[in-house]
């Protein structure tokens, strides 16, 4: 649905996205994972139409933005971060007034208002001024005015931020049903938990550039083949050891008495192989744990250098 080749953005001197490469499938719920500073909302801009680029292509629903940036821009619907500045209008002239941007008006322009005031949740609120929503609510009605045209894409930025976990829950129920009812959907997003639980699919962005994409499922299988083991023995350390440093999936030890930190890359089978030969050699194991992967760790590993982020115990072979 969105294909940014190579695309290059920066604000003055300041090169923002680098050469930027990235597949949105049609159909997706894609998630955008990047610190502050990333690049995420230049990125969200230029996919909305908002923002030109300044070299690279990008294309939306197969139309190249550079070419034919109306009707690209047709194709989207877009929620900024904040709600902006609307005093003195009510949730349906709010609506009304973005109908009319996209030619709707009268009877059809009330008809689609009331149809997705109802999805929202904000029927009974049409009469309210808009600035005395909550936020949550103010987000919903800033996601009706993105759909107000129908758009295949609906592009949001941070569309969670601020929001507490009520509304966070029932904007995240709002996103699935819009998803499963055939809408692409790009968002951004640093609660990276929320992510997996939404997305079909994510990609990390860092200093302008896309470090890891995929299917959230692919991604998180790759992380918990990754995860460090943690072994405890009785005793027996040295004869660990040694099965520790032949062992083809363990990529480095570090010993602590009788605790192991091993960093390990393999399937829960050849984890349990590992453990098997252990019994078999009689080393009398207290523990042996995988730990958990989570989408931070997996983001870390991504953004942040490994030596920002590692710390390492001296190995201890005083028991060699
Ligand atoms: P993110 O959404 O990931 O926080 P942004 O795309 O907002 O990242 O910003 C990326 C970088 O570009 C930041 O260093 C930011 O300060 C800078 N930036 C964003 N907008 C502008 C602008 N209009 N003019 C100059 N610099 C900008």
């Given at each position: ?12 001197n300041l ?21 502050n ?11 909305a ?19 034919d940036?109306?009707r ?5 619907g ?7 500045a ?27 208002t ?11 609120r049409?009469d ?16 009706a ?6 758009p295949?894409l609906l592009?949001?930025?941070?569309p969670?931020?601020?929001l ?26 640093h ?10 699919d ?8 896309v ?16 995860n ?12 660990a ?10 990529r480095?030890?570090?010993q ?5 930190h091993l ?15 252990l019994i078999?050699?009689?080393v ?14 997996f ?7 490994r ?14």
């Amino acid at each position: 649905m969105l294909v940014f080749s190579d695309v290059r953005k920066s604000y003055r001197n300041l090169e923002v996205l680098k050469g930027l490469t990235l597949s949105v499938p049609r159909g997706s719920l894609f998630g955008l994972m990047g610190q502050n500073g990333a690049g995420k909302t230049t990125l969200l801009r230029i996919a909305a139409g908002l923002l030109a680029l300044d070299s690279g292509e990008l294309l939306v629903g197969g139309i190249d933005v550079r070419r034919d940036p109306a009707r690209a821009k047709r194709l989207i619907g877009f929620v900024p971060d904040g709600f902006g500045a609307y005093d003195n209008m009510s949730v349906a002239e709010y609506m009304s007034f973005f109908a009319s941007c996209f030619g709707l008006y009268g009877r059809s322009a009330r008809l689609r208002t009331e149809d997705l005031l109802q999805r929202v949740g904000l029927s009974a609120r049409q009469d309210s001024l808009v600035t005395e929503l909550s936020k949550g609510m103010q987000q919903r009605l800033s996601l009706a005015r993105a759909l107000i045209h129908d758009p295949e894409l609906l592009v949001l930025d941070e569309p969670t931020n601020g929001l507490d976990p009520g509304s966070r829950f029932s904007l995240r129920e709002l996103l699935g049903e819009l998803s499963e009812s055939g809408k692409t959907i790009l968002l951004s997003s640093h609660v990276l938990s929320e992510l997996s639980e939404i997305c079909t699919d994510i990609a990390v962005l860092d200093k302008g550039r896309v470090r890891a994409t995929g299917e959230v499922q692919e991604i998180l299988r790759q992380i918990a083949n990754s995860n460090p083991l943690r072994v405890a023995v009785l005793n027996g350390e040295k004869t660990a050891l040694r099965m520790f440093r032949t062992n083809p999936c363990v990529r480095a030890v570090m010993q602590e008495g009788k605790q192991f930190h091993l960093e390990f890359i393999g399937s829960p089978e050849d984890e349990a192989s590992l453990l098997q030969q252990l019994i078999d050699a009689e080393v009398p194991v207290k523990s042996f744990v995988r730990e958990p992967g989570t989408l931070e760790s997996f983001f870390l590993n991504m953004t942040v250098g490994r030596e920002e982020r590692i710390i390492v115990h001296d190995e201890d072979e005083s028991d060699m």
